[in-house]
């Protein structure tokens, strides 16, 4: 009888996913954008609960969040009322979006103008 293997729920802890999930998340360890004790002063004030699907983390596990509501390159700053608990598949899609918009913004600003510049039209 062949051996399935179960697929990790998106809710597991990073030790408990695969190998190549570990190594891109230990990638980003190093710079971590919120200071511990906001982290955990932002899970107390959530009870350590998603505040967008409504998932219940443990303290410890590894599957929450603090997240910038108003991230800090648009200007937004490590301050409790600028957090929000965020269970992992909560934060990737939210990370997703805010990248995929930041990516849109930048080729909009690099869209060369309709009309050429005037020095630039063949004369005569």
Not at 28 to 48: E, I
Not at 111 to 120: C, N
């Amino acid at each position: 009888m062949a051996k399935h293997l179960a697929r990790p729920s998106p809710h597991e802890p990073h030790q408990a996913r695969s190998r190549a999930a570990l190594v891109a998340w230990q990638s980003h360890a190093g710079t971590r954008s919120v200071p511990s004790r906001l982290q955990q002063a932002c899970f107390k004030r959530d009870r350590h609960t998603c505040q967008r699907c409504g998932y219940v983390g443990r303290q410890g596990d590894g599957t929450l969040h603090a997240d910038h509501i108003h991230n800090r390159a648009a200007g937004g700053g490590d301050e409790l009322a600028n957090l929000v608990t965020l269970c992992r598949p909560c934060h990737d899609a939210k990370t997703t979006r805010e990248r995929a918009a930041g990516v849109a913004a930048r080729k909009a600003r690099c869209r060369l103008p309709a009309e050429p510049h005037p020095g630039l039209r063949g004369g005569g």
